[in-house]
């Protein structure tokens, strides 16, 4: 299990202009809807957007904190 406010710092911490929300999908806290909004994607495309997202949250996902992730992504502007 990993608390909404440490996911959203990990992915913080690798896109540290990131306005980012994260929303509990289940109450179990592992299973995550984020929206992502930060200027390191202008230019990205979609898939390596998400990629960025996942390296971010990569220990939370190995050692099973993590067990979903639902990603939307958008250009801060």
């Known amino acids: ?4 406010g440490d996911l959203a710092a990990l992915i913080r911490q690798a896109l540290p202009d990131a306005h980012v ?9 592992d299973h995550y809807d ?5 200027k390191a994607f202008a230019g ?3 898939l390596d957007r998400h990629r960025m997202v996942e390296q971010a949250v990569r220990e939370a996902r190995a050692d099973g904190r993590l067990h979903a ?3 939307r992504t958008e250009v801060l502007e």
């Open 69 to 71: 992730l639902a990603i």
């Open 1 to 4: 299990m990993i608390a909404q």
């Open 44 to 46: 990205v495309p979609l």
């Open 34 to 38: 984020v929206f992502i909004r930060s």
């Open 21 to 29: 929300e994260v929303y509990d999908r289940t109450g179990t806290l």
